[in-house]
Nanobody, 126 residues
Framework: QVQLVESGGGLVQAGGSLRLSCAAS????????MGWFRQAPGKERELVAT????????YYANSAKGRFTISRDNVKNTISLQMNSLQPEDTAVYYC???????????????????WGQGTQVTVSS
């Protein structure tokens, strides 16, 4: 069982930056692939970025490439999402999620994730 708590959301102007964090409780954190997802009003939840258990592999949605960076600290049991050059279309509730799996693979299928945080709101004003 893994419990996830996100933090770091807020209101930022277009072009600004935010750093989201997700703290995980439970054991063997490095055995979990982790991901950041987002859901805007009226839209489906979508993948933003994922990272393997060891942190050696990452995957980004096209919308995140070059602007967002996912990272993890397996000592502190946390993952982060550094978001730069934010745009109004990045406005959404951001969720972190965990999937128990091999330590070296990323998981890009939303439905494969077993555990979800409660989400944190990110609002980007124009």
């Amino acid at each position: 069982q893994v419990q996830l708590v996100e933090s770091g959301g807020g209101l930022v102007q277009a072009g600004g930056s935010l750093r989201l964090s997700c703290a995980a409780s439970g054991r063997a954190f490095s055995n979990y692939a982790m991901g950041w997802f987002r859901q805007a009003p009226g839209k489906e939840r979508e993948l933003v970025a994922t990272i393997s258990g060891t942190g050696g592999s990452t995957y980004y949605a096209n919308s995140a490439k070059g602007r967002f960076t996912i990272s993890r600290d397996n000592v502190k049991n946390t993952i982060s999402l550094q978001m730069n050059s934010l745009q109004p279309e990045d406005t959404a509730v951001y969720y972190c999620a965990a999937k128990f799996t091999s330590t070296r693979i990323v998981v890009i299928t939303t439905s494969a994730y077993n555990y979800w945080g409660q989400g944190t709101q990110v609002t980007v004003s124009s």
